[in-house]
Nanobody, 127 residues
């Protein structure tokens, strides 16, 4: 059973940067496609970014493209979300998710494709 623990959230002003981390334990990171999702109050959970098993392919939602970057460090079994130029509309609880698979060069964009979820870390951006 994989365990995902997010960290790095906080309260920042618009224009600032944050880096979220997702520590993966239980199995090697190469066993999973990884994703970051977010959910704001009263809204549905939405995908932010996803990365393939070996990192060769990434997906970023249009709303964050050019500002956020997903990456993975297999040596540390950790996935990151670098968030730059934060906006108030980025305020949400951010979740790390893992999809167990043997597929390579593939990213998953739907929440229902993911098997395991972290508890989330809150990001609040003030104007």
């Amino acid at each position: 059973q994989v365990q995902l623990v997010e960290s790095g959230g906080g309260l920042v002003q618009a224009g600032a940067s944050l880096r979220l981390s997702c520590a993966v334990s239980g199995r090697t990171l190469h066993s999973y496609i990884m994703g970051w999702f977010r959910q704001a109050p009263g809204k549905e959970r939405e995908i932010v970014a996803a990365i393939s098993r070996y990192g060769g392919k990434q997906y970023h939602a249009d709303s964050v493209k050019g500002r956020f970057t997903i990456s993975r460090d297999s040596a540390k079994n950790t996935v990151y979300l670098q968030m730059n130029s934060l906006k108030p509309e980025d305020t949400a609880n951010y979740y790390c998710a893992a999809m167990a698979t043997t597929l390579t060069g593939y990213v998953a964009e739907r929440a229902d494709q993911y098997d395991s979820w972290g508890q989330g870390t809150q990001v609040t951006v003030s104007s």
